[in-house]
């Protein structure tokens, strides 16, 4: 660890101060002047369709398509008759509200038409929307954008926004949703908060090291919020990628002997008819993969060609494939905490299908088993059991939202948080005051990006095209 006094070589290296503000691209702003339109809910027929303006020219839109003219109480709903702005034809009878910046939700002044959800219906209003001076359809994702421009959502919230409207799982739900809320957010400013105490002990000593009125243990101090800093990331980045496991979905498996019922579990556990089930052994001869919903977590459910020497080359194609999905096989009569031959721990759950077969009175097959589970696809007998096993197993895999610190769950995260320790551990290395001062720098710069101060527009363009067009 450097220990040197000041100089004056160390402080010309150390260069200018820069604030911890939040840097964004010039990019990212909203072109100057311009105001938005677009459906934001949903394509195609529905009982009520909601169309929203972004911008400044937001209040003529609503003057101009509406009778009376004046603009509503500021968000109340109100019924209004629709009409072209041109020809004075009526297009609906909506509720209409008015969110006057900055309380909306991009920053600007925002109206909304909850209008009837009929393709005429909605087609004709935003035509109507077209023709007023000032306003333009918007861009994928570009209300959004606007938001994080205005301060309203930290890039962090963002992508609990994305990952909301995206989310097909109750864990999936609830991960956006605390993202969506600020947690991650909040964890990354707090350690921003930590580096920046440690940056100003470290400066203090830059600066007045040599004043007898500096306080002792001022480099301590720095020393030990970086120790502190460090294990916190370190705890964060050794989650194993479960937050990006929980967006993407975990990989399940389905591997056993020929007729074992792979195909009917498969069917069953994604509640349509994906496998084709027979009688007749080496039915499936590939591996078919689906997404399904396995107790509120999302998986990628592959059924595989029953484990035996195929009598044909694409039925031995198949096996080759089941094999090579699931290279923990040899174990499954063996204890479930086998390690697999590339030194990782499988998870793995032995399931005997066909417990409707066994004699009545004797509900086990043979007390030389591991730990197993058993189920009747025929009757469904076993089947709680079976999802509740498996909603263990896939929270250890993909993370608890509803408990613990907010997870990562983009490689995004796992990068910048990877770099800021890799920072710290240059300070902890430095020989000069001055490069131990830059290497806090740089790593607080890191969490910077994490939630979005100083993103290239590059990056941002990448994260605001998983919203559609109306968001």
């Known amino acids: 660890m450097w220990r040197v006094p000041w100089t004056l070589a160390a402080r010309a290296a150390r260069g200018p101060r820069r604030p911890c503000t939040r840097q964004g691209s010039d990019s990212s702003a909203p072109r100057s002047g311009s105001t938005i339109f677009a459906l934001s809910s949903g394509q195609g027929r529905c009982g009520i369709a909601v169309i929203r303006t972004s911008g400044p020219a937001s209040s003529h839109a609503l003057r101009s398509l509406t009778a009376p003219r004046d603009l509503p109480r500021p968000r109340y709903a109100c019924l209004r008759l629709l009409s072209d702005p041109c020809s004075g034809e009526p297009l609906d009878r909506a509720l209409v509200l008015w969110f006057p910046g900055p309380q909306s939700f991009t920053g600007e002044d925002c109206a909304e038409f909850h209008v009837h959800g009929g393709p005429a219906v909605v087609s004709g209003v935003l ?87 500096l306080e002792e243990g001022v480099l301590e101090r720095a020393d030990s919020q970086v120790r502190e800093l460090e294990v916190a990331l370190g705890a964060h980045l050794r989650d194993a990628r479960r937050g990006q496991r929980l967006r993407s979905g975990a990989h399940v498996v389905v591997a056993g002997p020929p007729n074992a019922g792979k195909s009917s579990l498969v069917n069953l556990l994604s509640r349509k008819p994906v496998s084709i089930v027979s009688s007749e052994p080496g039915t499936t001869r590939d591996v078919l993969e689906t997404p399904v919903d396995l107790a509120g977590f999302p998986a990628l459910l592959s059924d595989t060609a029953g484990l035996r020497e195929g009598i044909g080359p694409v039925e031995q194609e198949g096996v080759r ?33 066909k417990s409707d077969l066994l004699p009545p009175g004797d509900p086990v097959p043979s007390p030389d088993l591991p730990p197993h589970l058993l189920l009747s696809c025929l009757t469904g007998e076993g089947l709680d059991s079976l999802l509740e096993a498996l909603r263990k197993e896939l929270a250890a895999v993909c993370g608890d939202p509803s408990t613990g610190p907010p997870l990562l769950t983009r490689a995004r995260h796992q990068h910048h948080l990877q770099c800021c320790l890799d920072a710290l551990g240059h300070y902890k290395q430095a020989k000069d005051v001055a490069l131990a001062a830059e290497a806090l720098r740089v790593a607080r710069r890191h969490l910077a990006h994490l939630t979005g101060g100083g993103g290239t527009e590059e990056i941002l363009d990448i994260i605001f095209q998983d919203f559609c067009v109306g968001k």
Not at 147 to 174: M, N, P, W
Not at 196 to 202: D, G, R, S
Not at 340 to 349: K, Y
Request: hydrophobic share 40%; charged share 25%.
């Open 127 to 213: 035509q109507a929307l077209g023709r007023v001076p000032g306003l333009r359809p918007a861009e994928a994702g570009e209300f959004t954008r606007r938001a994080f421009a205005h301060g309203k959502l930290s890039l962090t919230e963002v992508e609990g926004l994305a990952d909301l409207i995206h989310a097909e799982t109750e864990a999936q739900r609830r991960q956006a949703l605390r993202q969506l809320d600020g947690e991650l957010g909040h964890l990354c400013r707090g350690w921003a908060e930590t580096l920046t105490k440690a940056l100003a002990h470290v400066e203090a000593y830059i600066d007045f090291g040599e004043d007898d009125n």
């Open 321 to 353: 494939r089941a094999r090579k999905s699931c290279n923990f096989l040899d174990t499954v009569v063996s204890p479930a905490g086998a390690q697999s031959p590339n030194g990782n721990r499988q998870r793995l759950l032995l399931v005997l299908n």
